[in-house]
C-alpha cells in the first residue's frame, strides 16, 4: 500500500513539474518540408477538415494569398463537469516551411450529462490551481502529528486524502489536455508531409 501511495505521488509530481509554467502548453514551430506554398495550404484545408470534422464551422480566417489559416478548436475531454476544451491554431504557410501556433487554451466546465461546456475559463488557471493544491498539501503533510489527539489526527488526514484527490483529479485534466495537443500537432506534421497529387 505504502509503495503504490508513493509511486502515484511520483507520477503526480512528475506532472506538476511539467506544469510549472503556463507556456508549457502554448505551441510554436516552424517545420521545414519540401512542398510547395500552395501544397502546404492545400494540406493544411485538409487536415482540418479530416481532423474538426465540419471545416466551415473551424476556420475563423482563411487568406491562400498570405498563407494564413486560424483554426477554433474543441476537443473532448470526457471527464466529469470536464467535457471538453477550446484553443485557437494558426498555421502560416510558405515555400518549403509552415509555422503553426496552438494557444488560447480556454477549459471548459458544464454538466456531464450534457456532454458540453457551458462557462469556459483559461486553462492557466487550472495550472495555478494545482500549484495551490500542491501547495497547501505540501504544508499540511509537513505538520507534526506526534501531538494531535485522535480527533486532530483524523481531521487531518481527512484534509491531506482531500487535497490528494483534488491534486490526483486536476493533475489528470492537465496531463489529458497535453496528451490531447500532442496528438493534434502530431497529426498536423504528418498531414503537412503529404506530397500526393491525387
Excluded at 495555478?128 to 501547495?135: E, F, H, M, R, Y
Excluded at 496528438?183 to 503537412?192: D, F, G, H, V, Y
Amino acid at each position: 500500500m505504502k509503495k503504490t501511495l508513493i509511486i502515484a505521488l511520483s507520477l503526480l509530481m512528475s506532472t506538476y513539474t511539467f506544469c510549472q509554467t503556463p507556456s508549457s502548453f502554448d505551441r510554436e514551430e516552424v517545420v521545414e518540408v519540401k512542398n510547395t506554398k500552395a501544397k502546404l495550404y492545400a494540406n493544411a484545408q485538409t487536415w482540418i477538415a479530416k481532423t474538426f470534422g465540419d471545416y466551415k464551422s473551424v476556420i475563423q480566417f482563411e487568406d491562400k494569398e498570405q498563407g494564413r489559416l486560424i483554426i477554433k478548436g474543441l476537443s473532448d475531454l470526457g471527464i466529469n463537469s470536464y467535457p471538453d476544451f477550446k484553443y485557437t491554431i494558426t498555421i502560416d504557410v510558405k515555400e518549403n516551411k509552415y509555422r503553426y501556433s496552438i494557444n488560447d487554451i480556454q477549459m471548459g466546465f458544464g454538466n456531464y450529462e450534457d456532454k458540453i461546456a457551458s462557462t469556459y475559463s483559461p486553462f492557466e488557471e487550472d495550472i495555478s490551481g494545482l500549484k495551490t493544491v500542491k501547495l497547501k498539501l505540501d504544508n499540511i503533510t509537513a505538520l507534526s502529528t506526534s501531538n494531535m489527539s485522535k480527533k486532530e489526527l483524523k481531521k487531518h488526514e481527512e484534509e491531506v486524502n482531500s487535497l490528494k484527490g483534488t491534486y490526483g483529479r486536476v493533475s489528470f485534466r492537465i496531463s489529458k489536455v497535453k496528451e490531447i495537443l500532442d496528438s493534434i500537432s502530431n497529426s498536423l506534421k504528418t498531414a503537412m508531409k503529404s506530397n500526393d497529387d491525387f
